[in-house]
């Protein structure tokens, strides 16, 4: 249980252009979660926190009309990377948090490998 | 802001046993995480510890908390080369927000 995907798990798009990334939570429903980015051979960086039904919370220096997040269920939460640049490759992962554990641990999914040319 | 701190390599041989070391600057942490992040791919949840706890093994898993100190531990016993990834430890805070801090990743080479 707690299987977290993330599609697509690779892009490669123009500059300019916009790219939209799901995290869905298979067999579990998950009230939070969670965007990262990850730079090669770098650890995990906290963009923000998606809640079912509201805005999401930004972290310091995250740009939000630029990562555009949409939760609008309880198993699908969007990440859109609006106007991309290259300096917006990366590696993007979210994680799902399962509502009622004991842990309210977070279930990650497998990364979207994002490449803005 | 909270802060974790994580050696960058560890290379042990097969068989041996390999000790992941993590020291973080959060006192009110609630939970203590390790996970592990083979090349291209998410994190793996391995095992997590409540910060009133000091140790918790889990098969060849063993996980020590010095709290006093702000230092977690994992040792892996029998270290495979499957066993070969990034390992990350992460804390969580007790605060509304509950956010959760990753460390800086070590990377494990298991040896032949």
């Known amino acids: ?117 | 802001g909270e802060d974790v701190e994580q050696s960058l390599f560890l290379s042990v041989r097969e068989g041996d046993s390999s000790v992941i070391n993590c020291t973080y600057t959060d006192s009110s942490s609630t939970y203590l995480y390790w996970y592990k992040q083979e090349p291209g791919a998410g994190l793996q949840l391995l095992t997590y510890i409540f910060s009133n706890m000091d140790m918790k093994q889990d098969q060849r898993l063993t996980v020590l908390l010095n709290k006093k100190d702000k230092h977690l531990s994992l040792r892996i016993a029998d270290t495979q080369t499957g066993d070969s990834a990034i390992y990350f430890c992460a804390e969580k805070n007790s605060g509304g927000y509950q956010k959760v801090t990753f460390g800086t990743g070590t990377k494990l080479q298991v040896i032949p």
């Not at chain 1, 892009?11 to 009230?31: H, M, N, P, W, Y």
């Not at chain 1, 509201?54 to 859109?80: M, R, W």
């Not at chain 1, 490759?89 to 799902?96: L, V």
């Not at chain 1, 004991?102 to 040319?117: D, I, S």
Request: contains cysteine; glycine residues 6%.
């Open chain 1, 1 to 117: 249980g707690a299987v977290v995907s993330q599609h697509p798990s690779w892009v490669i798009c123009k500059s300019g252009t916009s790219v939209k990334i799901e995290c869905r939570s298979l067999d579990f429903q998950a009230t939070t979660m969670f965007w990262y980015r990850q730079f090669p051979k770098q650890s995990l960086m906290l963009m923000a926190t998606s809640n079912e039904g509201s805005k999401a919370t930004y972290e310091q220096g995250v740009e939000k009309d630029k990562f555009l997040i949409n939760h609008a269920s309880l198993t699908l939460s969007t990440l859109t990377v609006t106007s991309a640049h290259p300096e917006d490759s990366s590696f993007y992962i979210c994680s799902a948090r399962v509502a009622g554990r004991p842990t309210e641990t977070q279930y990650f999914g497998p990364g979207t490998r994002l490449l803005v040319l």
